[in-house]
């Protein structure tokens, strides 16, 4: 692992624009389960999975209702940003981040600390809710407030159409938009660096290959082996909280 790092953090620190590619694993220390690892959400529980495809989130209200209680007990209402977080917030301070890329929902690259217009969040946020039928978009903690006052799957107020996080569930397409951007983003990268994340997902995932075709030095930072770790020029693993911190700590920092 030490080689691992020492190769990683020599490239950052020559790095001019560092794209940096997160998935869930960076916020399990936060008290956020991540999906596929081995204590992930749909590994223990696979009927969790059915409250991330939009078919059924659709088709059938008891869904819908426990995906509204799901949202009521998400941890990341009460998760703090973990070092790793900060670590990526010292990337920017320092001038070497050109873009955040984050599969993740929580918010919390933002809560730490990166600036609004350097996260590109590429899933969608959980923090607000939209409508399906009208796409009125709204914050999330006032439709919360409703299911806490009883109503079990709260239609939207302007049209009576179905609500729904801000995210993007199996089934939907991701904004193309946004999905340029994040691609536009590796384009210009010297470096793009992956943290936890499966890189299993498309085509978020396809960055990886498309970046190592244009010459891009890659680094895989990930618990579990990656489709794409043989493409990489370092790959470390080890805990995201203890790693980050130490690959992104510039030669002057003790």
């Avoid at 940003?81 to 050109?98: C, M, Q, T």
Wanted: charged share 20%; aromatic share 4%.
């Amino acid at each position: 692992m030490n080689a691992g790092i020492d190769k990683a953090r020599s490239l950052i620190e020559e790095a001019e624009r560092l794209v940096v590619l997160t998935g869930a694993g960076i916020s399990t220390d936060s008290g956020i389960p991540d999906f596929r690892g081995p204590q992930g959400v749909w590994t223990l529980n696979p009927k969790a999975e059915r409250m991330s495809d939009i078919r059924y989130y659709r088709s059938d209200p008891e869904v819908r209702r426990l995906s509204w209680q799901s949202r009521l007990a998400h941890p990341a209402w009460t998760a703090a940003p973990n070092s790793g977080h900060r670590a990526l917030v010292d990337l920017e301070r320092r001038g070497k981040l050109e873009a955040l890329i984050t599969q993740n929902i929580d918010g919390l690259h933002q809560r730490a600390g990166n600036s609004g217009g350097m996260v590109i969040e590429v899933h969608g946020t959980m923090h607000d809710v939209v409508c399906m039928k009208c796409n009125w978009r709204g914050p999330m903690e006032a439709t919360l407030d409703r299911v806490r006052a009883g109503e079990e799957d709260p239609p939207c107020l302007s049209c009576g159409g179905i609500l729904k996080s801000a995210t993007i569930s199996f089934g939907q397409s991701l904004v193309p938009d946004v999905i340029a951007m994040a691609m536009r983003a590796v384009e210009r990268a010297d470096i793009l660096m992956t943290i936890g994340t499966s890189l299993q997902v498309y085509p978020v995932a396809g960055a990886v290959p498309m970046a190592k075709a244009a010459g891009t030095r890659v680094v895989i930072l990930n618990a579990e082996p990656t489709p794409f770790d043989d493409l990489a020029d370092a790959v470390i693993r080890g805990p995201i909280g203890e790693v980050l911190p130490a690959l992104c700590r510039s030669k002057t920092q003790v």
